[in-house]
């Protein structure tokens, strides 16, 4: 009889800090899955003539999926993508991004690194999580203006460490107010 023991980890180290940094962006207004299969995502209608594609697809991981807390509905598909070319939503050409395209969700890619800034993931993830709306969040914590988005992905693909200094955690923008009434 072959003899089994219990992984360590589900996730590989680079997989590890993702979760964990896009669980501080998060910040518990979602929940974030790990290695779900695209057709636990995804169905059909009955009278769809790309039945045959996702049944190519279901079986196929996907890295993270982020869902709406209540309904458990999926919010978008997140991807570790080898390549250098940078934080970025998916490539039309790809067989998963016609699919995400196809149901109306949203697919994005982060590059593999072995440590990931809080400030450079939350232009990314916020705008998934408020519905394309960006601006102050001052229960979450404060947050990025749309202009500074483009310049933090950016600073991303350059693979800059350098970017427009952010709260530290979430929630810095009320304890900030708080601490401001207090002294």
């Known amino acids: 009889m072959q003899s089994y023991y219990v992984r360590d980890s589900m996730l590989d180290p680079i997989e590890r800090s993702l979760y964990r940094a896009l669980n501080l962006v998060i910040c518990q207004r979602a929940l974030l899955f790990t290695k779900i299969n695209l057709g636990d995502l995804v169905a059909t209608t009955a009278h ?13 991981r996907v890295d993270f ?3 709406d807390r209540d309904s ?4 978008a598909i997140i991807l570790l993508e080898d390549g250098g070319s940078g934080v970025g939503h998916a490539k039309q050409a790809d067989p998963i991004a016609q699919l995400c395209v196809s149901a109306g969700l949203p697919l994005v890619r982060i590059p593999r690194q072995h440590s990931y ?3 450079q993931l939350t232009p990314v993830i916020e705008p998934l999580l408020l519905g394309g709306a960006v601006g102050n969040d001052f229960t979450n914590g404060d947050r990025l203006r749309e ?7 950016q600073a991303m693909r350059r693979g800059s460490r350098h970017v427009r ?6 929630g810095y923008g009320a ?9």
């Open 48 to 60: 769809s003539s790309q039945r045959s594609e996702v049944g190519e697809l279901a079986d196929q």
């Open 65 to 67: 999926v982020l869902c």
């Open 72 to 75: 458990m509905r999926p919010i």
């Open 117 to 119: 800034l809080i400030q």
């Open 147 to 153: 202009s500074s988005v483009t310049s933090i992905v």
């Open 165 to 170: 200094k952010q709260p530290a955690y979430p």
């Open 175 to 183: 304890l900030k107010t708080i601490a401001g009434k207090l002294s």
